[in-house]
């Protein structure tokens, strides 16, 4: 087997968790988890996910949603063929497995300094392609741009509390001051939410 092949199989394999012990559900027993489908969400799905715990009742995404093991959860689920009560019954050992993975998956690095989001890897949309988006007008949105964003989380079915915990309102404002569709923003893949989050709340474009 040459190193292209082992290679490929190492990069297909990347996101399939190997468990430290079995995990029995439903009479079938499992050794490992395939999670290779949660890269290929989009920030839709995490604030579907997001919305979705907010109205189950789940407290604890209020704040920062992307710590919460709920929300890894509800990704994992989204990203799989498991049903939810498969990460439910879970052992917590096991869990924090998957919990990692989702997280390896979702946490990319922000670079600091800069309004200008470059993208993981290219992305299409409407047959064109990018590497990155200028964030720059953020900083000359308005109060009545403030009320727009809260407005239209409002509507998407949002209770408006933080709204700079919330993975929607990143994506308004982010259209708002780009002149993009909100859709090419929640378009854009799941790696791409908490980078978009952090960088449309730039404290330095309030200074």
Request: charged share 25%.
């Amino acid at each position: 087997m040459n190193e292209k092949i082992i290679e490929m199989q190492e990069e297909k394999n990347e996101h399939v968790v190997k468990l430290i012990k079995p995990y029995v559900f439903e009479g079938t027993e499992y050794t490992e988890i395939n999670l290779s489908k949660v890269e290929n969400l989009k920030i839709k799905d995490a604030v579907d996910a997001q919305k979705e715990l907010f109205g189950q009742g789940e407290v604890a995404t209020a704040m920062l949603t992307e710590t919460t093991s709920a929300f890894a959860r509800q990704i994992a689920v989204k990203g799989s063929d498991y049903p939810e009560e498969f990460f439910k019954f879970m052992p917590r050992g096991t869990f924090k497995q998957v919990v990692a993975a989702v997280r390896e998956i979702i946490n990319v690095s922000v670079k600091e300094g800069t309004h200008v989001m470059k993208f993981e890897t290219p992305y299409s949309f409407e047959k064109k392609t990018y590497k990155e988006v200028d964030l720059s007008g953020i900083g000359d949105l308005t109060a009545m741009n403030e009320s727009e964003a809260e407005n239209a989380m409002a509507r998407e079915g949002f209770m408006i509390t933080e709204t700079s915990l919330n993975y929607y309102y990143p994506c308004v404002l982010a259209s708002m001051a780009t002149g993009q569709p909100i859709t090419f923003f929640t378009g854009l893949p799941i790696c791409e939410t908490l980078k978009l989050k952090a960088m449309v709340n730039d404290p330095n474009f309030f200074e």
